[in-house]
């Protein structure tokens, strides 16, 4: 039995070092026939099951010694492995953040909750060298483990990883760039899972939502402040997400929460909220030269936390400045979550790790029943 020890997996993850990393900690499993050398000119053919069946052959330059190398030149070597791994980066907190980011438990059934790769060895000169490919789209992977199954050859599925990988995203699931075009929005299938959306805005969450197929199907905006900016937002909500059923009130969230949330789907599969960030933001209080908490903003959480009560949503999710962390607001509402039994995980991050172009960072608050 050979034991081998694994060395600590880099600080920060390069694709380039997906064996050193990751794929030693992959198995491959592989059938062979193990052979043995009697004393009679014979050989014994050891099936996988135990089985033994001497066979009457003359010997005519059989190696003494069984060379694994030449099993795995015959068997190994022939095909590569998929694996799922997750790429790790430090974070400007010192805290260690893994991608892709999931909400609640990773699922290992989900290949979107995992990045994945495809190794192999060739061999160079004589000596068998790894070879990986990286960032596999989760979409191909289906696709790859049927070909593994049907016995495709390694450079077919090579071949089908490369172009999966080149393969450039239909102009229909552009959303940010065709969302004016309602014949190439996003389609959602009738049993969509559904979200309510507390201080909507103009519709970016939604937007997103629509886009990870999910149904938004009301949204609260209004700033008492403005209000006339707030129903022109509702008009522009309302055209961009009324196909999706998706209704606008131009009521403030703690008006709402007077209501009992009339109206309002009980046990939604997300609910959001993005409270008003202007007391918050280091840029926003910097520039006008005041900041702090509110009474309004505390009102805000506490509406927030009926929401939750009442709604009782599988997930409910957060977005803020940073600084919204150390806010009374802030404790208000992850008090409520824990009274309700929500696993509470909430953590700073940097949206260009998510595709935006520019460093952007936010509170992200992800809470499951």
């Not at 694994?68 to 030149?73: N, P, V």
């Not at 961009?240 to 703690?254: A, D």
């Not at 009980?266 to 959001?272: A, K, N, T, V």
């Not at 802030?330 to 696993?343: D, K, N, R, T, V």
Request: charged share 25%.
């Amino acid at each position: 039995m050979n034991i081998f020890h694994k060395s600590a997996t880099p600080e920060k993850f390069l694709e380039d070092d997906l064996e050193a990393a990751q794929i030693h900690s992959q198995e491959c499993l592989y059938s062979y026939i193990k052979k043995k050398n009697l004393l009679h000119d014979t050989e014994v053919h050891q099936t996988p099951s135990g089985f033994t069946a001497p066979v009457d052959i003359t010997l005519s330059a059989t190696p003494k010694k069984f060379l694994e190398d030449d099993l795995k030149s015959i068997q190994l070597h022939s095909q590569g492995c998929l694996y799922p791994y997750l790429e790790k980066k430090k974070l400007l907190d010192g805290t260690i953040a893994f991608y892709p980011r999931v909400i609640c438990e990773r699922d290992p059934n989900n290949p979107t909750h995992y990045r994945w790769g495809y190794n192999w060895e060739e061999r160079v000169d004589g000596v068998w060298k790894g070879r990986s490919i990286g960032s596999i789209p989760p979409g191909a992977v289906h696709m790859i483990r049927l070909m593994q199954q049907q016995g495709a050859i390694r450079e077919d599925i090579i071949a089908f990883i490369k172009k999966a990988k080149t393969k450039k995203t239909s102009p229909k699931l552009d959303v940010c760039k065709n969302f004016d075009n309602t014949k190439i929005k996003p389609t959602l299938p009738d049993d969509a899972p559904i979200a309510v959306v507390l201080f909507a805005g103009g519709g970016g969450i939604e937007a997103g939502m629509a886009q990870a197929g999910i149904r938004p199907v009301i949204a609260v905006e209004f700033d008492p402040s403005k209000p006339d900016l707030s129903r022109a937002i509702a008009k522009t909500h309302h055209r961009n997400f009324s196909e999706y059923g998706c209704r606008v009130v131009q009521l403030t969230v703690q008006e709402v929460a007077q209501s009992g949330f009339l109206g309002f789907p009980r046990h939604p599969d997300y609910l959001h909220a993005s409270p008003v960030c202007a007391n918050f933001s280091q840029a926003h209080t910097a520039k006008a030269g005041k900041g702090g908490e509110t009474n309004d903003d505390l009102t805000a959480a506490i509406a927030i936390t009926e929401a939750i009560r009442q709604l009782q949503p599988r997930v409910f999710t957060l977005e803020n400045v940073p600084r919204y962390q150390n806010s009374q607001s802030f404790s208000i509402i992850l008090s409520a979550l824990e009274l309700e039994g929500y696993s509470v995980d909430y953590s700073v991050i940097n949206m260009a790790d998510f595709g935006l172009p520019q460093a952007r960072r936010r509170l992200v608050s992800s809470d499951c029943q």
